[in-house]
């Protein structure tokens, strides 16, 4: 595996600074990292950047079938966004489900994972072992099959949540929980919260167990409140870990897919669920509009990338 | 959830046994407290995989008349979905598909991070943030144009497809979590290896490999899971049924026995099995990978 | 075809097997050892699929030499399946097509026209015309008929005795007996109305005098915003918001789940497919005897229109060797096995002279179709663009918002009538 490596000079170190060396070991060791890099960056750069940049160039062309079959291009500028732009749809439906669903999941999802971890790290250490694998159980569940389970509790005639409902008499007649925006949303918010709060209690766990104990004994000894420790001593410490699973939560619950899909309705017939991710794969392979697809999908990268933006900027300001 | 803060001190040295002092009353209301979190945790995480579980051995969980507990425990649900659902070969192949994505990325982000965090060259922190940029990506807004490039290459409908595309996934964040534990590699242990005469090939099998060894635990979950539950390039790329990987392949047979919970329920819980027992076999060497490479970054 | 009663057509019928086997052994390709077709075939038309398709392959092993890889599709994401493959250039060689969308993949470039083979079979005039309309596109062939059938209503005999109710042949009597069945077996959905199936609301459009779409010179206009449509929609969804006829969960239903839900015996009656009683009968033996069907009542009596669905069998341009391809598409759909497809799946042939026969029989669960079949068998407008329509699932969100009483009748029918026309139009 290490291949290319090593029949090259045994390496020198390069981080402790630049030490005199001939011109020949200054070409091995420059040749070096790029030759461990270059199969990593040939497939990012065949299987990411440039199908990024080919995203961005079927968006501005009117691709169909038959350019798809043909290969020919067809541009148009930029009327896939004035369309995408001048249809109520994205603003009255699929935006604010996209960005309203991914503030309330990412919110649920750190908040309880936070207080989960919280308390694991007061438990002794058999307990904690034991909680957080049954915890691992609910991450280790695939989305498609959490999904699943999700819609057959709720299922209108045959869900567990419908009988205990009726059976108790809350409701007099069975509901449908999947034609009414809200509840459609709250199931699954349901799913992403009881899928992703695992991470982050793992996680943020692992960080809380590294926090300082001296820091907080004192702050005991000086009478802060378990509020006032928590976020004077343990967040800010811990601020590096929370911009980690805020972010990568935040990125995980905007591009949502099969959590939505797979729900009934939830792959075109009910418009009100619609979010930006399942907008464009239904424009593209149910309508075969390709070019509109992927101006969606670009919008979608855009608003994205404005987060990723913040997690870089937070990532490198925390390294310096 | 009540505040853990009594016990604090306890729980930051696991080491430490408990000391079995006489509570005062507001200790133990906390640690009742506390024993009620803990359970109604429990049941939250828990209740979606025993009711598919028990679903999946229930024989009348199709007709919707299953309880709590299974009134008339089966094997025929699992049975049917071998046999008849076809889920041997969904199992096969995302079993093939997550292992070689598995192996592949492990490779190629080891390599890469080995570049990234051991040497200094001209773009590192241009590729660094790259890397970074690139992970933010939605992938799900590449499925068009992957879709074009892997029928380019010739690879759709084949698991080797599936799996280029997620050894691409994957290999971001691998190199990431990487580079924080090569850089966490004493340098001191690298030159002992010189020393004795080792090549940069021996020095990196015997010295660097155990000790990233965490640090490759942690990117293969993320591969695996990924590989294991992606669905939406599985359900574009495949049109064949023997081909279907397990999330497909449970869509399909959902979507002709939609009403057959038992049957989908067993479908579920055969294709959720193996990664929960991987995820409990490393579930520790999880916890540190995750914040050392998240973290130290 | 043993029971054929017309001697011109039993004469045309004779021939068409001859041919069929003949056909194998004319041209080049019939020596075709070693070679594989694959197939495309929908799931679920044959309850039994398996065992004819065994046979089809033995028989067409023997007559070309080439094997054959069938491969079976579900109905519900057929239409993705097949435009990601025409994108991705991995379309089989043959393939079952719903006749809606023949007219768009063949408008894709993606299927090769049939005209010729079809004329060289000596089968000109002899396919079913509705069939025939669907699967043509300027001027050329590009579906051959396989099979064609209609929904009617089925309903559970037995009950319908035991509460001495008798089978409604105006609107008024369907709420009518829907309200006694509701009555009668509270535990039951007497009448479901399934949100995801546009189909089944299509006769309540119809048989009211209105039309989804016609085309005036170059533009297509939606006649969904009619008083008419609107009349026929506001008492067919009315008959779950007004009457509570129908369910909360129905309003996610497809045809699957009315399959289903009746196989459990939990509908006394249903909109349901020609093609769907043996399939009832094979998942639950104990409602042999027990089902009947009638034809989808007109509002003041007669029969209301219902969608003339069906198959083709499509070439893909892609196939290497049309020759071969053609040989199955004529075993599939000409002569014996075409016959024997129509009565284990109780569709109509899409062979005149076979059609005729299954319309005069008098079987009670095909009687009633064949009675929707010929007199009201209506298509949905005929334009490769319809496809469009249908992936996009106008009618069904039509029908579940008003269902789920998001909108009003009038504001759906505005909002469904608008995506048509766009889509239809071509922006």
């Known amino acids: 595996m290490s291949a290319p490596p090593t029949d090259l000079a045994p390496p020198r170190n390069t981080r402790g600074g630049v030490s005199p060396r001939t011109k020949r070991k200054l070409t091995m060791s420059t040749a070096r990292p790029w030759l461990l890099l270059a199969p990593a960056l040939l497939v990012l750069a065949v299987l990411l950047l440039w199908p990024l940049l080919r995203v961005v160039l079927f968006s501005l062309q009117d691709y169909g079938l038959r350019e798809i079959v043909s290969g020919r291009s067809n541009y148009i500028g930029f009327d896939n966004y004035a369309e995408i732009f001048a249809d109520p749809m994205l603003w009255q439906v699929v935006l604010p489900n996209t960005v309203g669903f991914a503030i309330v999941a990412v919110g649920g999802t750190v908040v309880f994972g936070t207080l989960v971890a919280l308390l694991l790290a007061s438990l002794s250490r058999g307990w904690r072992t034991v909680v957080s694998s049954c915890i691992m159980v609910a991450w280790a569940m695939p989305a498609v099959t959490g999904t699943y389970v999700w819609i057959w509790l709720f299922d209108a005639d045959r869900g567990l949540i419908n009988g205990i409902l009726l059976g108790t008499g809350i409701i007099d007649d069975p509901q449908n929980w999947f034609t009414d925006r809200w509840s459609f949303y709250a199931i699954v918010v349901l799913n992403i919260v009881h899928h992703g709060f695992p991470f982050v209690a793992i996680t943020v766990l692992a960080g809380l167990l590294g926090v300082s104990k001296e820091m907080i004994e004192a702050a005991t000894v000086d009478g802060a409140g378990a509020f006032r420790r928590f976020f004077q001593i343990i967040f800010p410490t811990l601020r590096p870990v929370f911009a980690v699973v805020i972010i990568l939560s935040t990125i995980w619950d905007f591009k949502v897919f099969a959590q939505i899909y797979l729900m009934p309705g939830g792959s075109g017939s009910n418009r009100s669920v619609l979010n930006l991710g399942v907008w464009s794969y239904v424009e593209s392979f149910a309508q075969n509009r390709y070019g509109l697809g992927s101006a969606i999908a670009v919008l979608l990268t855009l608003l994205l990338l404005v987060v990723s933006v913040l997690y870089v900027r937070t990532l490198f300001k925390e390294e310096k | 959830m009540s505040a853990p803060a009594p016990t604090r001190s306890r729980a930051s040295t696991p080491e430490v046994i408990p000391q079995r002092r006489p509570r005062s009353p507001r200790a133990r209301w906390i640690l009742a407290a506390k024993a009620l979190a803990v359970a109604a945790l429990l049941v939250f995480t828990l209740f979606p995989t025993y009711w598919m579980v028990s679903g999946a051995f229930d024989a009348r969980a199709s007709s919707g008349a299953q309880s709590l507990l299974p009134s008339e425990p089966t094997w025929e649900n699992f049975r049917y979905v071998l046999d008849e659902g076809g889920f041997g070969t969904f199992l096969k192949n995302s079993v093939i598909v997550a292992l070689l994505t598995v192996l592949a990325s492990g490779i190629l982000a080891l390599l890469a991070s080995v570049a990234v965090a051991r040497f200094k060259f001209k773009f590192r922190t241009a590729i660094l943030m790259m890397i970074l940029i690139i992970q933010m990506v939605p992938l799900e807004a590449l499925v068009i144009p992957l879709f074009v490039q892997v029928r380019d290459l010739q690879l759709l409908n084949s698991l080797l497809g599936l799996v280029i595309v997620y050894v691409a996934f994957s290999l971001p964040f691998g190199i990431w979590m990487l580079r924080g534990f090569v850089a966490a590699v004493p340098e001191e242990l690298e030159e002992a290896a010189y020393i004795d005469g080792a090549s940069w090939g021996r020095m990196f099998w015997s010295v660097l490999l155990p000790l990233v060894a965490p640090g490759l635990v942690a990117t293969s979950v993320f591969s695996f899971i990924t590989a294991w539950n992606e669905f939406i390039f599985a359900l574009t790329f495949m049109d064949n049924a023997d081909n279907y990987t397990v999330a497909v392949g449970l869509q399909q047979f959902f979507g002709e026995n939609s009403n057959q919970w038992g049957y989908v329920m067993a479908g579920s819980t055969l294709i959720t099995l193996p990664v929960m027992i991987f995820f409990i076999l490393v579930q520790r060497r999880l916890s540190s990978g995750l914040v050392a490479g998240a973290v130290k970054g | ?427």
Not at chain 3, 17 to 27: P, Q, S
Not at chain 3, 355 to 361: C, G, K
């Open chain 3, 1 to 427: 075809m043993k029971k054929l009663r017309i001697p011109l057509a039993m004469a045309a019928a004779a021939t068409l097997t001859l041919t069929a086997c003949g056909g194998g052994d004319g041209g080049a390709s019939t020596n075709a050892e070693g070679e594989t077709l694959s197939v495309w075939i929908m799931q679920g038309t044959n309850p039994d699929a398996e065992a004819y398709f065994d046979e089809v392959k033995t028989k067409f092993t023997e007559e070309t030499g080439a094997t054959l890889d069938v491969q079976f599709i579900q109905w519900a994401e057929a239409h993705d399946r097949f435009v990601t493959s025409i994108a991705g250039g991995t379309t089989p060689d043959v393939a079952e097509t719903g006749n809606t969308w023949t007219g768009e993949f063949a408008d894709a470039g993606a299927l090769a026209p049939l005209d010729e083979y079809v004329t060289a079979a000596n089968l000109d005039g002899d396919l079913v015309e509705g069939l025939v309309e669907s699967g043509t596109l300027d001027e050329s062939l590009y579906g051959m008929p396989w099979y064609a059938g209609v929904r009617s209503v089925i309903y559970r005999t037995d009950i319908f005795e035991e509460l001495g109710l008798e089978v409604p042949t105006t609107w008024d009597e369907l709420v009518d007996v829907g309200l006694a069945l509701k009555e009668a077996k509270p535990e039951m959905t007497p009448f479901a109305i399934p949100g995801d199936n546009g189909y089944a609301a299509y006769p309540f459009i119809w048989g009211n005098g209105a039309n989804l779409a016609t085309k005036e010179g170059d533009t297509w206009t939606s006649g969904l915003t009619s008083p008419e449509a609107r009349e026929g929609l506001e008492f067919y969804t009315g008959l779950a918001t007004e009457h509570g006829l129908s369910s909360a969960g129905a309003t996610t239903w497809n045809a699957k789940d009315i399959l289903d839900n009746f196989v459990q015996g939990n509908l006394p009656m249903a909109v349901m497919g020609s093609w769907e009683p043996p399939a009832i009968l094979e998942q639950n033996p104990d409602l042999e005897g027990k089902i009947g069907a009638f034809p989808i009542p007109g509002p003041d009596g007669n029969i209301s229109p219902s969608f003339l669905g069906g198959s083709h069998l499509s070439v893909f341009e892609s196939s290497e060797n049309k020759d071969l391809a053609w040989a199955f598409v004529e075993m599939m759909a000409t002569g014996e096995l075409a016959d024997k497809w129509a009565e284990q799946t109780n569709y109509f042939p899409g062979q005149t002279s076979l059609l005729e026969d299954a319309v005069a029989s008098d079987d009670p669960l095909v009687k009633p179709f064949a009675t929707q079949f010929v007199e009201g068998g209506t298509s949905v407008p005929v334009t490769p663009q319809w496809g469009a329509v249908e992936a996009q699932k106008t009618l069904p969100a039509m029908i579940q918002s008003i269902l789920s009483e998001q909108k009003t009748v009038d504001q759906a029918t505005e909002d469904a009538a608008a995506e048509i026309e766009e889509l239809l139009n071509g922006n």
